[in-house]
Structure formats: C-alpha cells, structure tokens
C-alpha cells in the first residue's frame, strides 16, 4: 500500500516562507507525476501545483511566482517551497502521486496545515 506522509506546515506571519515535503513509499512503480492541493474552510479543493517525473510544472495562477515545485524522483519526494505567502494561502495542503502505470489510482497523503496571520 502506497503512503504519502507531508511535513513542513506550520503558522507563519504574511510574507514569509515555508517549504513542504512529501515524502512516498510503497509503490512498485516508478512516478509519473506529484502535485499538491489545498483545502480552504468554505472554499473549493484546489490544484495548487504540479510536476512530472520529467520537471514539467504547472501552477494555479494565484501562486505562480511565489511557489515553486520540485521533485526528486530517486527519494519518491515532492516539495513545495512557498514564498511571500498570504492569508488567502492558509489551508490544508495534501500532496498525490501518479504511477506510471495504467489503470493504477493516485494516491494522497493526509495533509498539513499551512496558516498565514499575523
């Protein structure tokens, strides 16, 4: 059974940073992508950012250049660097994973709380 365990939330002020990791163990198959989403109260479960296996990313507009993604696919690890971060960023944020196999289900870990306030 495939396990993603998130590290890295916390409470930080506006402006600051914080870097998320996701770290997945389990899977007899390699990675075809990892991404992040978050879950606002009283907001929609939201695609935050993502990546393949191959570096290609893709970010919600409201994050593109304050977060960046990356992944190293030999640790089966996905972080989340998240700079300038803002009340509106405050949220659960759950990572997935992608095999690269066909059919096969995402996998996703349980979350981490990121809060922004001052």
């Known amino acids: 059974q495939v396990q993603l365990v998130e590290s890295g939330g916390g409470l930080v002020q506006p402006g600051g940073s914080l870097r998320l990791s996701c770290a997945a163990s389990?899977?007899?198959?390699?990675?075809?992508?990892m991404g992040w989403y978050r879950q606002a109260p009283g907001k929609q479960f939201e695609l935050v950012a993502a990546?393949?296996?191959?570096?290609?990313?893709n970010y919600t507009d409201s994050v593109k250049g304050r977060f960046t993604i990356s992944i190293e696919n030999a640790k089966n690890t996905v972080y989340l660097q998240m700079n300038n971060l803002k009340p509106e960023d405050t949220a659960v944020y759950h990572c997935?994973?992608?095999?690269?196999?066909?059919?096969?289900?995402?996998?996703w870990g349980r979350g981490t709380q990121v809060t922004v306030s001052s």
């Open positions: 997935y994973r992608d095999p690269d196999c066909s059919p096969c289900a995402r996998s």
């Open positions: 389990g899977s007899a198959f390699s990675i075809y992508a």
């Open positions: 990546i393949t296996r191959d570096g290609s990313t």
